[in-house]
């Protein structure tokens, strides 16, 4: 009888453990640190593209940039990470002479203009994706997304999520350079 008495009590903390077990599953599950996504090594065409700059309204194609190395960065107003990324791409375009290409995806332009009027610009060009075109294309994830491209329009990298300074020290950088003596 002890014995049925003793699995007839524990009955009575099963909805209790089971609460337990999902608030921790929620709990771990919420735990938004962010990881160091894993660097990736690319080898594809830039896609082509005919888009709108968003500060000068003149069209801008993978034509107009061939010849040239850049970072091609895809952002947007409503990425809450992007604007706090922002100031590491200030900090980049202030220290080296790389070519930035702002992407603007899916965003109401007169909105990124008005974070860049704020926090500084610091792109060549300002591509005003907002169909999500040419990020369909690109295969981004989310934003912010950030891409090498060489000379020949070839992605030659691909950052996911945002960029830290230390990052673009550590991993970009040397790439930037690789290809600069290529």
């Not at 409503?78 to 080296?96: A, F, G, P, S």
């Not at 909105?111 to 500084?120: E, P, R, T, W």
């Not at 005003?128 to 891409?147: C, I, R, Y």
């Amino acid at each position: 009888m002890k014995l049925i008495g003793l699995r007839e009590n524990s009955w009575r903390f099963l909805p209790a453990l089971i609460l337990g077990i999902i608030i921790w599953v929620l709990f771990k599950g919420l735990d938004f640190k962010q990881q160091d996504p894993t660097p990736q090594i690319s080898d594809f065409p830039f896609p082509e593209f005919s888009l709108e700059d968003v500060r000068t309204k003149q069209i801008v194609t993978l034509d107009d940039l061939k010849g040239q190395l850049y970072i091609a960065h895809v952002w947007a107003s409503w990425c809450r990470i992007c604007i706090n990324e922002h100031d590491v791409l200030t900090q980049i375009k202030n220290k080296w002479p790389y070519n930035l290409l702002g992407i603007v995806y899916r965003d109401n332009p007169d909105k990124a203009l008005s974070i860049l009027a704020n926090k500084g610009d610091p792109y060549e060009y300002l591509l005003n994706d907002q169909a999500g075109q040419l990020g369909l294309s690109l295969g981004l994830t989310g934003t912010p997304e950030t891409f090498i491209v060489d000379s020949q329009g070839v992605i030659r990298y691909h950052h996911l999520g945002a960029l830290t300074f230390l990052q673009f020290e550590n991993q970009i950088l040397p790439i930037l350079e690789q290809i600069n003596h290529e």
